[in-house]
């Protein structure tokens, strides 16, 4: 089976992608991993995470990491999550392609882990 790992970075990003996601369910021999990143992964945030469960998709597994930033700073709390995690997480989820959606940092962070993995980006 091959797996397709799309990254959404804001409930907006996986509500665009909800069409291709459920293309990708349909198709038989598809996997489909969601990652859903970037401040959604706060406490303060996990609001979203039940959205997304209310959108019919699975929420298998939450990060618990939590992000403090300087109260005068805290624009760029959400910034050091994708630094931290993508070249972890990518090869941990070993896809055939990453989709990614939007130019932003965590595009660009998980865009680098995949080609230091050698896996194809759309």
């Given amino acids: 089976m091959k797996q397709v790992c799309m990254i959404a970075t804001s409930l907006d990003d996986t509500l665009a992608l909800t069409p291709l996601i459920k293309a990708v369910q349909k198709e038989p021999g598809l996997g489909l991993t969601l990652v859903h990143t970037h401040q959604y992964q706060t406490p303060e945030m996990e609001i979203t995470h039940r959205r997304l469960e209310e959108e019919g998709f699975l929420v298998e597994e939450q990060t618990r990491v939590r992000l403090l930033a300087d109260p005068l700073h805290t624009g760029s709390a959400g910034n050091d999550f994708g630094s931290l995690s ?23 962070r998980a865009a680098m882990a995949a080609m230091e993995n050698t896996i194809p980006i759309a």
Wanted: charged residues 15%; aromatic residues 14%; proline residues 13%.
């Fill in 86 to 108: 993508y070249p972890v997480l990518i090869p941990r989820l070993n896809p055939d392609i990453l989709v990614l959606f939007k130019n932003s940092q965590d595009t660009f």
